[in-house]
């Protein structure tokens, strides 16, 4: 179980310890949970990394099937074949 869930679950079984204490409790929660959205952070940074690699190779192979689609454009034109 992750131990942001545990800390959770914790927090909700001691409801008559001293405000000192569930104070304690909310700081640690806290801190995790800052730990967490930093975590959360650096793997949202990293896959935008992958995203804008990913748009930018489509764009090179947008261009080169474009350009390839032209270079057929002025290519001899089909014909029927002499048995039709």
Not at 6 to 19: F, G, L, T
Not at 27 to 56: M, N, P, Y
């Amino acid at each position: 179980m992750p131990a942001h869930i545990q800390v959770w679950k914790n927090m909700k079984r001691i409801a008559a310890v001293s405000d000192e204490t569930r104070l304690v409790q909310l700081e640690e929660l806290a801190a995790h949970q800052a730990k967490v959205i930093d975590e959360l952070s650096d793997q949202l940074a990293e896959q935008w990394k992958v995203v804008e690699q990913t748009r930018a190779k489509l764009d090179r192979l947008t261009e080169r099937f474009l350009t390839l689609e032209e270079s057929t454009r002025e290519a001899a034109p089909v014909t029927r074949p002499p048995h039709y």
